[in-house]
C-alpha cells in the first residue's frame, strides 16, 4: 500500500491535500515502525527472499488505524486494495513487536 501510494506521488499523480497526506503518515510511519531493511539490508533483497513482503500483526492496532487514508487515495485511482488476514502468510525472514516480514511459501 505505502509503495503504491509513492508511485502515484512519484508520477505527480496526489493532489496536494494527498501529498501532505503521504508525507505525514510516512513520517509517522518512519517515527513508530521499524523499517526492516534498517535491521537488515537484505530483508527486501529480490534475489535473496522473492516477493518479501511486510504484514502488520493484528495487535498493532495503532498502526492499522492510520490505513485507511492512503485506500482512499487508492481507491480514488481506482486501485482495488483488500485486507488479507492469515495464521502463517510464509516463512519468517523478520519480526518486530507490530510486524512480521515474509517469503511466501510458493517462492521458497
Same mark, same amino acid.
Given at each position: 500500500m505505502f509503495g503504491l501510494?509513492?508511485?502515484l506521488a512519484?508520477?505527480?499523480?496526489?493532489?496536494p491535500q494527498e501529498e501532505r497526506f503521504?508525507?505525514?503518515?510516512?513520517?509517522w510511519f518512519h517515527?513508530?515502525?521499524i523499517d526492516p531493511s534498517d535491521v537488515d539490508p537484505h530483508v527486501y533483497d529480490r534475489v535473496l527472499n522473492p516477493k518479501a513482503a511486510a504484514w502488520?500483526? $493484528?495487535? @498493532?492496532t495503532h498502526l492499522l488505524e492510520r490505513l485507511p487514508g492512503?485506500?482512499?487515495i487508492l481507491a480514488a485511482r481506482d486501485v482495488e486494495c483488500v485486507r488479507v488476514e492469515m495464521a502463517d502468510p510464509g516463512k519468517v525472514i523478520y519480526e518486530d513487536?507490530?510486524?512480521?516480514?515474509?517469503? $511466501?511459501? @510458493?517462492?521458497e
Amino acid at each position: 500500500m505505502f509503495g503504491l501510494v509513492n508511485g502515484l506521488a512519484k508520477h505527480g499523480r496526489l493532489s496536494p491535500q494527498e501529498e501532505r497526506f503521504k508525507d505525514e503518515n510516512h513520517a509517522w510511519f518512519h517515527a513508530n515502525l521499524i523499517d526492516p531493511s534498517d535491521v537488515d539490508p537484505h530483508v527486501y533483497d529480490r534475489v535473496l527472499n522473492p516477493k518479501a513482503a511486510a504484514w502488520f500483526k $493484528p495487535t @498493532a492496532t495503532h498502526l492499522l488505524e492510520r490505513l485507511p487514508g492512503y485506500l482512499i487515495i487508492l481507491a480514488a485511482r481506482d486501485v482495488e486494495c483488500v485486507r488479507v488476514e492469515m495464521a502463517d502468510p510464509g516463512k519468517v525472514i523478520y519480526e518486530d513487536h507490530h510486524q512480521v516480514v515474509v517469503v $511466501p511459501y @510458493a517462492t521458497e
